[in-house]
T-cell receptor, first 114, second 114 residues
Framework: DAEITQSPRHKITETGRQVTLACHQTWNHNNMFWYRQDLGHGLRLIHYSYGVQDTNKGEVSDGYSVSRSNTEDLPLTLESAASSQTSVYFC?????????????FGEGSRLTVL | AQKVTQAQTEISVVEKEDVTLDCVYETRDTTYYLFWYKQPPSGELVFLIRRNSFDEQNEISGRYSWNFQKSTSSFNFTITASQVVDSAVYFCALTMNRDDKIIFGKGTRLHILP
């Protein structure tokens, strides 16, 4: 069955370190998204991609970057982790033509920055 | 700008009561989609429903029903005869047909008390 997986599921790091969260989907979807979830803020969009070599900033993109070298993967990098980036991160994918906006979510990655 | 407002931060009801979760949205687009997602205590995000802007028919699925009213820009969700398993955070979301980018409300945490 097609799926979307995130790794690691849990990570603790220190302020200033670089962190990469992986996201891999086997749906063959063109669209991929990264959200962060924080109490009182719901889900906020960090970055998104509509296809290979395409990346776009969301509403909370500062301090994050993504790259899309193939259809299946959209890794999220925190160049220099900050305590404000402690959060739960969700990756999602969708297909414009088929599902117009219905997102398939990964299980989430809980990141703690000390 | 697009926006989704879930004014109810937290609701508690006794099991078997009916409960309605409110969702108000803002968009200037004429073609858009509205969603509800459920996030149980286990943390995953579960798709419940998608409704497009041209279909104002109410929908019922078992104990769940949705009331879409363009005149008031609302897409409310009602659970009839609530059960403890309905306890979760519920997110309302909006996407425009032109970009497939989903914007979420802040969520409503629902407690069903036995």
């Amino acid at each position: 069955d097609a799926e979307i997986t995130q790794s690691p599921r849990h990570k603790i790091t220190e302020t200033g370190r670089q962190v990469t969260l992986a996201c891999h989907q086997t749906w063959n979807h063109n669209n991929m998204f990264w959200y962060r979830q924080d109490l009182g803020h719901g889900l906020r969009l960090i970055h998104y991609s509509y296809g290979v070599q395409d990346t776009n900033k969301g509403e909370v993109s500062d301090g994050y970057s993504v790259s899309r070298s193939n259809t299946e993967d959209l890794p999220l990098t925190l160049e220099s982790a900050a305590s404000s980036q402690t959060s739960v991160y969700f990756c999602a994918s969708s297909e414009l033509a088929e599902n117009t906006g219905e997102l398939f979510f990964g299980e989430g990655s809980r990141l703690t920055v000390l | 700008a697009q926006k989704v407002t879930q004014a109810q931060t937290e609701i508690s009801v006794v099991e078997k009561e009916d409960v309605t979760l409110d969702c108000v949205y803002e968009t200037r687009d004429t073609t858009y989609y509205l969603f509800w997602y459920k996030q149980p205590p286990s943390g995953e995000l579960v798709f419940l429903i998608r409704r497009n802007s041209f279909d104002e028919q109410n929908e019922i699925s078992g104990r769940y029903s949705w009331n879409f009213q363009k005149s008031t820009s609302s897409f409310n969700f009602t659970i009839t005869a609530s059960q403890v398993v309905d306890s979760a955070v519920y997110f309302c979301a909006l996407t425009m047909n032109r970009d497939d980018k989903i914007i979420f409300g802040k969520g409503t945490r629902l407690h069903i008390l036995p």
